[in-house]
């Protein structure tokens, strides 16, 4: 089957849709960059992929997205010429979203990998969300510590702050660094971005508008200083089971640390386990999808639609 384009069964889309075979024949002939080994340290637990589909689905993804770089430098070049302008070129900002363990960490680890391995030995930076959230105490003190991950949960201003000064050149630029472990922000430590040539942020909340303090749009986005952004797609349904199998898989590895901010769960039977997942994704994790990230999915310029083992089916590219 080849591509099939949006629209053409009487719905309106601005994608372009791709399946399998077609979108892997945009990479035909070109070499994996890692192998096996390699693509174990890059996925996330419970996110089951293999050789095959990086060369299927994130071989011609990372292709696409140099020629977007390069497209990229050559009209800054063109348009520095125009205007006089000796602005030093500015980072190609790449946003992963997506929601809770449907894979998002491991795509922006896979991008970050293989345009790196591109002619012209892009070097990239990977900057996740989660350093912008607010730290514990100050959750707790807003009685938000049950609703982390929610845009409220994190610090905005600086997010925005944050990506303003990586489009406008400044030599070093620092983000918050994130603790899975004890679930917080790690005091007084920092990831340095210093003018890469792409930098792909990933998180949760990248596509969002948010709103200010009086329910008024902001005047400025994240997405205003994206140069191209991808959203990890599946089923609720198939997301939750991810999220609970991630969870079990948890229990038995990292929850096990004493120091750990879940180390209470550790000694769950696996029913309770499971039964402990279940009310935090209907608490926490499958209201914001719905309510939050899954509405963002329409701002993407690429879609990547999952199928329940975790392999992309369909890839959605917004038409030019």
């Not at 192998?35 to 095959?52: F, K, P, V, Y």
């Not at 879940?262 to 719905?290: C, K, M, Y």
């Amino acid at each position: 089957m080849g591509r099939v384009t949006a629209g053409t069964r009487g719905s309106i889309s601005p994608y372009a849709v791709f399946d399998r075979d077609s979108w892997r024949a945009l990479a035909a002939g070109t070499s994996l960059p890692l192998d096996a080994a390699e693509l174990d340290t890059l996925a996330s637990l419970g996110d089951r992929i293999d050789l095959d589909e990086v060369a299927t689905v994130y071989l011609p993804l990372a292709r696409l997205l140099s020629l977007h770089v390069t497209a990229s430098r050559r009209l800054w070049a063109a348009q520095s010429d125009f205007l006089g302008d000796a602005t030093a070129k500015v980072p190609f900002v790449i946003a992963v979203a997506g929601s809770v363990a449907v894979g998002k960490s491991t795509t922006a680890r896979l991008l970050q990998t293989l345009l790196a391995a591109t002619p012209g030995a892009h070097r990239v930076d990977l900057v996740t969300t989660d350093g912008f959230l607010l730290p514990n105490a100050v959750l707790d003190e807003r009685g938000l510590l049950g609703r982390k991950g929610f845009p409220e949960s994190y610090d905005r201003r600086a997010l925005l702050r944050f990506l303003a000064d990586v489009k406008s050149g400044r030599e070093e630029v620092f983000a918050p660094v994130y603790d899975h472990q004890s679930y917080d922000i790690v005091p007084g430590q920092v990831q340095a971005v210093d003018r890469p040539d792409i930098l792909v942020l990933e998180g949760l909340n990248v596509l969002q508008a948010g709103r200010r303090t009086d329910g008024s749009a902001p005047e400025i986005f994240l997405s205003d200083f994206f140069d191209f952004s991808v959203y990890v797609d599946a089923a609720e349904a198939d997301i939750q089971r991810w999220y609970v199998e991630r969870f079990l898989a948890l229990r038995r590895t990292a929850f096990q640390d004493s120091t750990a901010y879940f180390h209470r769960f550790a000694g769950l039977s696996d029913e309770q386990a499971r039964e402990t997942a279940l009310d935090i994704w209907s608490a926490v994790n499958g209201p914001n999808l719905r309510d939050n990230i899954a509405p963002t999915r329409s701002r993407a310029r690429l879609v990547l639609q999952k199928s329940a083992d975790h392999s992309v089916r369909r890839v959605l590219l917004r038409k030019l």
